[in-house]
């Protein structure tokens, strides 16, 4: 099936406050299954506890500082997209927009859906006047580091990024608008 059929699969729409719990859960799945066997147990427990708790995901869905999208194929979740004001340790952040999460359920890689995900994130950009787009990626994440350099990013800069007491290399990257 040709990238393009398999996009049109998918159903992507913005998340509401309902969907809170099931996106925390996803994301949290995700991030663990991809990152969790590089920290101590209690570093990783933490983080997920903080980061995806249904409560904070809730007050981003409906703070109009962040965009949450779904995307579902057969009623399952197998991507979500999280975008909103910059977060990132930037001297300057007057005209840009922030991809804080583009996650994929495993099934959906090579489907084209985290294209579909990343041309929302830049409509998103375009339409509230922002010039470029950033975001943070873990330093030895090199298959994120190549979808997003097809995406026009490059590397920027850097910071530490805490997952519990561990400290994490992250490359700040950003792409023009």
């Known amino acids: 099936m040709?990238?393009?059929?398999?996009?049109?699969?998918?159903?992507?729409?913005?998340?509401?406050?309902?969907?809170?719990?099931?996106?925390?859960?996803?994301?949290?799945?995700?991030?663990?299954?991809?990152?969790?066997?590089?920290?101590?147990?209690?570093?990783?427990?933490?983080?997920?506890?903080?980061?995806?708790?249904?409560?904070?995901?809730?007050?981003?869905?409906?703070?109009?500082?962040?965009?949450?999208h779904l995307a579902e194929r057969t009623g399952a979740l197998q991507g979500a997209l999280k975008t909103g004001r910059v977060g990132l340790p930037l001297p300057e952040t007057e005209g840009l927009w922030e991809v804080h999460r583009l996650y994929l359920a495993p099934e959906a890689f090579g489907t084209g859906l985290a294209d579909a995900l990343m041309d929302i994130a830049r409509a998103e950009a375009r339409g509230l006047g922002a010039k470029a787009l950033v975001l943070g990626v873990y330093s030895a994440n090199h298959r994120a580091q190549r979808f997003y350099a097809r995406h026009g990013f490059e590397r920027i800069g850097g910071y530490q990024f805490p997952v519990g007491r561990t400290l994490d290399d992250e490359w700040i990257m950003q792409a023009a608008l």
């Open 2 to 68: 040709a990238k393009a059929a398999q996009r049109e699969a998918f159903e992507i729409r913005r998340a509401t406050a309902d969907d809170a719990g099931c996106l925390a859960a996803f994301w949290r799945d995700r991030f663990a299954a991809t990152f969790g066997p590089i920290y101590p147990p209690e570093d990783l427990t933490a983080y997920l506890a903080a980061a995806y708790d249904p409560a904070t995901i809730t007050a981003e869905i409906t703070d109009a500082g962040f965009n949450h």
